[in-house]
């Protein structure tokens, strides 16, 4: 096996008619012109099978992409066991919150925050840390990839960043969720089959194939090493098993209360479309997590049968390099087209789903009885604001250090999303909670969670979102009680605001 060349003109070639061809694709599904709830929701012709490739496509970031065949690569699979979290998000989604969602028939996912707990401020509240949770993440989406990219084409960092910023604000400008949806389909597939055909060449070009693969596996410590921990009983400290529920609670709030998910969710109302939405990306998500984590080890045993071949490249990259320095020419540039596809998917739901909810949860509140008209056209100015504003701050991250900024964020953010999630679950799940005690419970779990992070570094990461839920539902609970005991009030509760509404 030889050295090969790196990034040819064919791949850079393959890799511009790739988003060029995106871009048309984009275009091509926002043909007839989309306004008020179809821009939001699509126009109801949208197939399930579509949408939850697309939910696939949004929750696999680049980040994942590079990183889960790295994890394998330079370490274990224990992280494999968070990919297995689905088995945990799916079912609770399914039971409780899609008939909820369904019956309420949202346009938002805030909007269930204002039905329930009959809150404007909540509703706002949510719609706001949703939105400054998207900038930052689609800022780091933009710029990762990127600087892989840049490395390995040799085309500046900043070029990349704004044509991929430029490609996903035309295509979620002009036709709203559909359009957001169908190109987020594409790139799915050209992610998966790119990800499945790599896997199929790399085994080929190990010696012993398959049985090499499975004896690295199960002899050493390559599948699970001796001194990673199963279970704890004290389950703030990192062990497989909070791996898996804190995983698992993390893709729930996800499910349940970011509107760049719960959106998909409001493209139908009929509730075994939603299953069958649910389940396709559950099951897609392990499948395509365990081609990654296998990628990886098989990675380790290339590298190991051809150390003359190995990379310096660091952990993160040594995918990205592989498919560079190994792979036929003309594939290379499928595959990195396919690294861009995953973030320009994400970037798309990003700008469309933060412009929804502006729109939606924010405008309305402000400016009454506004024409659909009015309302496209705002999520629109908004779409086109927000992806200027996240290209400039993924330029400043591709050009400073601000390494340690992008973990700062995203574990602060993580955090939002299990707060967030918390009120969700405190409003379906107890019908005697006020909107005092979802404000009380919301503010005591993130001041918990933060003194947390930054105080007591032996609670591992993964629990935060346990913890954030748990401390949400019982403090805001007895907030609620102590309310209603001292002020005599009875709480007027929307009966199918909650999960103990029974359908007739």
Not at 2 to 15: E, H, Q, R, S
Not at 121 to 149: D, E, K, T
Not at 190 to 209: D, K, R, S, Y
Not at 463 to 469: A, E, F, G, P, Q
Request: glycine letters at 8%.
């Amino acid at each position: 096996m030889n050295n090969m060349v790196g990034f040819t003109k064919i791949d850079f070639a393959i890799l511009v008619l790739y988003l060029v061809a995106v871009l048309f694709a984009g275009l091509f599904f926002s043909k007839k012109e989309m306004k008020g709830k179809e821009f939001f929701k699509g126009d109801g012709t949208i197939p399930w099978w579509v949408t939850s490739v697309s939910i696939f496509a949004t929750l696999l970031s680049p980040i994942s992409f590079l990183s889960l065949a790295g994890n394998s690569y330079g370490g274990t699979w224990i992280l494999w066991f968070a990919q297995l979290g689905m088995f945990i998000a799916v079912p609770l989604t399914i039971k409780f919150f899609l008939p909820l969602y369904s019956r309420l028939d949202l346009d938002t996912a805030y909007q269930y925050l204002e039905i329930r707990f009959d809150s404007k401020g909540l509703r706002i509240l949510g719609a706001l840390m949703f939105i400054i949770y998207q900038i930052g993440r689609m800022s780091i989406i933009m710029y990762l990839p990127s600087v892989v990219l840049a490395e390995l084409t040799g085309i500046s960092v900043n070029i990349l960043i704004i044509v991929m910023g430029i490609i996903a604000i035309i295509y979620s400008y002009t036709g709203g969720l559909k359009s957001v949806l169908w190109t987020d389909f594409i790139q799915g597939v050209v992610l998966i089959v790119g990800v499945i055909g790599t896997l199929f060449f790399l085994i080929a070009n190990i010696n012993g194939g398959v049985g090499t693969i499975m004896e690295t596996l199960t002899s050493g410590q390559k599948f699970i090493s001796s001194n990673e921990v199963i279970f704890d009983i004290n389950i703030l400290k990192s062990s497989v098993f909070i791996i898996f529920v804190g995983a698992g609670l993390n893709t729930f709030s996800s499910y349940v209360s970011s509107q760049d998910i719960v959106q998909r969710f409001t493209t139908t109302t009929n509730l075994k479309e939603l299953k069958k939405m649910t389940y396709g990306n559950g099951l897609l998500s392990i499948t395509v997590a365990t081609v990654f984590y296998l990628i990886g080890t098989c990675l380790f045993i290339f590298y190991t049968q051809n150390p003359e071949l190995a990379q310096t490249a660091k952990q993160d990259q040594i995918f990205a390099s592989y498919i560079a320095y190994q792979l036929p020419v003309g594939i290379t540039g499928i595959l990195l087209a396919a690294i861009y596809a995953a973030s320009q998917s994400t970037l798309s739901t990003g700008l469309n789903s933060v412009a929804t909810s502006w729109t939606l949860d924010i405008q309305t509140m402000i400016s009454k009885d506004m024409s659909f008209e009015r309302q496209t056209k705002i999520a629109q100015y908004i779409s086109l604001g927000v992806g200027i504003v996240a290209i400039g701050v993924s330029v400043v991250l591709a050009n400073g250090e601000i390494k340690s900024a992008y973990e700062w964020f995203n574990s602060f953010m993580g955090l939002v999303l299990g707060v967030l999630a918390g009120i969700f679950v405190l409003g379906a799940f107890c019908k005697s909670a006020t909107k005092f005690g979802a404000y009380i419970g919301f503010v005591v779990s993130a001041i918990l969670v933060v003194y947390l992070k930054y105080n007591v570094p032996d609670v591992t990461s993964w629990s935060y979102s346990l913890i954030t839920i748990t401390t949400s539902v019982i403090v805001g609970q007895i907030v609620s009680m102590i309310q209603l005991h001292i002020t005599k009030r009875k709480n007027n509760v929307r009966e199918d605001s909650t999960i103990y509404y029974e359908v007739n």
